[in-house]
Every structure is written in C-alpha cells, then in structure tokens.
C-alpha cells in the first residue's frame, strides 16, 4: 500500500513540475482492461527439455496524467498489472506463474484533431515494480506458492498502442516488449532459467482533457 502512494505522490510531482514549463491545462484520465500476457526467451533449467508456454489474462488498471508536448502530449500513466503465464515441460505436469506489478509507462502521444471520433497513436517506455509473484506446479501440489524471491524487482519495456476516444471515453488496444528476464541470475525456481514478458492488452476509460 506504502508503494502504491508512493506512485501516486511521485506521480503528481511529476505532474506539477511539468505543469510548471507548460501553458495549457494538464489532463488526465482513468483506464481498465484486460492483459493476455506470454512469455519471450523462455529457457529451461535443463536444456534437454522443452517447456511449451501459453498466454493467460489478468486485470490492469490504473490513471494517467498528460501535459501539451508541441502537436503531441506527454502521457505518464500508473497501472495496476497482473501478468504471468502458464504451460507444460516434457515430463512435468502444467504450472502457472502469477506475477503482480506497479507498471509506470512514459508515452508520447500524438491525437489526430477530427471532429468527433478521434484516433490516437502511441509510444514509449515503461517500468515495472514486481509486488507478488506466485507459482504452482501439479507435480508438485496444486497449491499457490511463493517465488518473488527468484524474480527480479524491476521489469522495463517498450509500449506501442492505439486508440478512438469519443466525447472523453477511450477504447485502446497496447503491446508492452518486455526487454528484461524476469528470473534472477541464481533462482531457485524449479523450472525456469529464463524469461521475458511480452503482453497485449484491450483497455476502456474516460479522458476528462
């Protein structure tokens, strides 16, 4: 929770800061979704083996502020992000990870001015604080357990997105590279060596500037 608003402070600094070099109103906005989050570079323990991954949902949420950067905005946003992935390995039963963030993105976005319905395009930069990670595996137990400890704290990517707003509600649609391996150099996790998150995610929300 100290996290969380520790964010939100950090968020509004920012804001004000930049509100400081910038003549028109800062805007700012609310979003929910829905992550479908896989994993890239994934590598066994053993290099014999073969995991297979598969995608799986988890929520996202959060607001942004955004300031006048020329024709385009500064979008800095702060999201709630539930991610992981799931699969099976040669000779194992399946196991599933779940892997909670706090995602601070950094986009430039440009809005192209039409009259009503008014498509954005996206991109930028975003770092995320892992809060929980979490794991089950059947061959084991199908019992949740806990392996933050293996996990690296931070994760960083890169964000290209798009999306219509219409009388201040959006609809977009985002894909966050994750360039970082998400398992620490001397894990004790029993299956993963190795592994990136790449996740696509749908979100609504309302722009109130």
Same mark, same amino acid.
């Given at each position: 929770? &100290? &996290?969380?608003?520790?964010?939100?402070?950090?968020?509004?600094?920012?804001?004000?800061?930049?509100?400081? *070099?910038?003549?028109?109103?800062?805007?700012?906005?609310?979003?929910?979704?829905?992550?479908?989050?896989?994993?890239? !570079?994934?590598?066994?323990?053993? *290099?014999?083996?073969?995991?297979?991954?598969?995608?799986?949902?988890?929520? $996202?949420?959060?607001?942004?502020?955004? +300031?006048?950067?020329?024709? +385009?905005?500064?979008?800095?946003? #702060?999201?709630?992000?539930?991610?992981?992935?799931? #699969?099976?390995?040669?000779?194992?039963?399946?196991?599933?990870?779940?892997?909670?963030?706090?995602?601070?993105?950094?986009?430039?976005?440009?809005?192209?001015?039409?009259?009503? +319905?008014?498509?954005?395009?996206?991109?930028?930069?975003?770092?995320?604080?892992?809060?929980?990670?979490?794991?089950?595996?059947? &061959? $084991? !137990?199908?019992?949740? /357990?806990?392996?933050?400890?293996?996990?690296?704290?931070?994760? /960083?990517?890169?964000?290209?997105?798009?999306?219509?707003?219409?009388?201040?509600?959006?609809?977009?649609? &985002? /894909?966050?590279?994750?360039?970082?391996?998400?398992?620490?150099?001397?894990?004790?996790?029993?299956?993963?060596?190795?592994?990136?998150?790449?996740?696509? *995610?749908?979100?609504?929300?309302? !722009?109130?500037?």
């Amino acid at each position: 929770m &100290r &996290r969380i608003f520790s964010l939100g402070m950090a968020l509004a600094l920012c804001g004000m800061l930049l509100a400081g *070099s910038a003549s028109a109103q800062i805007g700012f906005g609310v979003k929910a979704g829905l992550n479908i989050v896989g994993l890239n !570079d994934l590598e066994a323990i053993n *290099s014999l083996d073969q995991l297979e991954s598969e995608s799986k949902t988890g929520l $996202v949420g959060g607001g942004y502020i955004k +300031l006048p950067f020329g024709p +385009l905005k500064i979008q800095i946003e #702060g999201l709630y992000s539930l991610k992981g992935a799931k #699969g099976s390995s040669l000779g194992t039963k399946p196991w599933e990870t779940k892997l909670t963030y706090i995602e601070i993105p950094v986009l430039l976005k440009y809005e192209i001015p039409t009259p009503m +319905l008014k498509p954005f395009l996206y991109g930028g930069a975003s770092v995320a604080l892992l809060q929980k990670a979490e794991m089950r595996n059947e &061959r $084991v !137990d199908s019992e949740w /357990y806990n392996i933050k400890d293996g996990m690296k704290t931070t994760d /960083y990517g890169l964000v290209v997105g798009a999306g219509v707003e219409l009388f201040g509600f959006t609809l977009e649609g &985002r /894909y966050t590279h994750g360039l970082a391996d998400t398992v620490e150099d001397e894990s004790d996790n029993p299956l993963v060596n190795a592994a990136k998150n790449k996740t696509y *995610s749908v979100m609504v929300g309302f !722009d109130f500037f």
